[in-house]
């Protein structure tokens, strides 16, 4: 079970600490996802067990994905904040033997239930 939390409303230019809390298993893989109203839900940014990150070009550079496998849990430090950043983001999860990362939402097998991120310009 993942849940997702920090959203909220913040200025251009601000920051925002998105935190996932994972419960009911560890995985290899794990990720961030985000749905701007009227678009399909994309990639943002995802991480491996060995710590090696992936994001995509929109947010490379302002944002960092992060996670403290002590606690079991996912991060999303959103830096440089954008009206266009603005989005419901949701953590997500691969399978638990999966070690391969995915950008692609159709290869994550569990998702948290959103928060919502809204910048104002």
């Known amino acids: 079970q993942l849940q997702a939390s920090g959203g909220g409303l913040v200025q251009a230019g601000g920051s925002l600490r998105l935190s996932c809390a994972v419960s009911?298993?560890?995985?290899?893989?794990m990720g961030w996802f985000r749905r701007a109203p009227g678009k399909e839900r994309e990639f943002v940014a995802a991480i491996n067990h060995r710590g090696d990150t992936y994001y995509a070009d929109s947010v490379k550079g302002r944002f960092t994905i992060l996670r403290d496998n002590a606690k079991n849990a996912l991060y999303l430090q959103m830096d440089a904040l954008k009206a266009e950043d603005t989005s419901i983001y949701y953590c997500?999860?691969?399978?638990?033997?999966?070690?391969?990362?995915?950008?692609?939402?159709?290869?994550?097998?569990?998702w948290g239930q959103g928060t919502q991120v809204t910048v104002s310009s």
């Open positions: 009911g298993g560890t995985y290899n893989v």
């Open positions: 997500a999860a691969r399978g638990s033997a999966v070690t391969v990362v995915s950008f692609s939402r159709s290869q994550y097998r569990y």
